[in-house]
């Protein structure tokens, strides 16, 4: 039997465009099925009046890194438990913009905490709860340089502008996102052509 898909993610590092994609997508997708299905779309970190909280500390201090692991899953719990599951238990189809492999890539891997022991971290919050479909939005160093350079003064403390780290996190993700479930997609092109592609995607699932 074929698990039915209810919970959706978005990844890609810094200026990969996934956040832009992500609501285009909800709203392509709302769009085409009305009231025959319920989507939701959500972020992390954030998505509940809690886990927004945490993510105004994040994102506006500087903290230690074990710190900001911690907070992560602290904001990640509080998500999970009181938006994501409710929204699938009422039948929902949850879109989120990040989740655990973002963790496992930019403090785990980037920040040399470990991937494992971000896993373990989160798994203590959330347990094996992971994604039915992710999509990786992938792009060259440059294009994420240059994405990000325009956006410089909207840009918070997590967004990362250098091509050194860049190349960091997309390495990251080459080894976190090693999984069937995954959808390596071409971000280098016009909004437009990701947005279609994904989008036929999740409809073929749902």
Do not use: W
């Amino acid at each position: 039997m074929v698990k039915k898909v209810n919970f959706i993610t978005f990844e890609g590092p810094d200026g990969s465009g996934k956040s832009t994609v992500s609501k285009k997508v909800f709203e392509k997708l709302v769009s085409y099925f009305k009231n025959e299905k319920e989507f939701i779309l959500t972020r992390e970190p954030g998505g509940t009046d809690i886990a927004e909280d945490i993510r105004k500390i994040i994102l506006s201090k500087d903290i230690d890194k074990r710190t900001e692991t911690l907070l992560f899953a602290a904001s990640r719990n509080e998500h999970v438990k009181k938006k994501i599951i409710p929204a699938i238990e009422n039948g929902k189809i949850v879109l989120c913009d990040r989740f655990i492999h973002s963790s496992l890539v930019y403090q785990g891997y980037f920040r040399d905490i470990g991937i494992n022991e971000v896993l373990q971290v989160n798994k203590f919050g959330i347990g094996d709860f992971l994604p039915d479909l992710i999509f990786y939005l992938d792009v060259p160093v440059e294009t994420s340089i240059k994405r990000l350079k325009e956006l410089r003064e909207n840009l918070d403390r997590m967004d990362f502008v250098s091509d050194k780290e860049i190349a960091k996190i997309n390495d990251g993700y080459k080894i976190v996102l090693d999984l069937p479930n995954v959808y390596k997609i071409n971000a280098n092109r016009e909004i437009d052509q990701i947005v279609d592609e994904i989008f036929s995607i999740i409809v073929s699932k749902v």
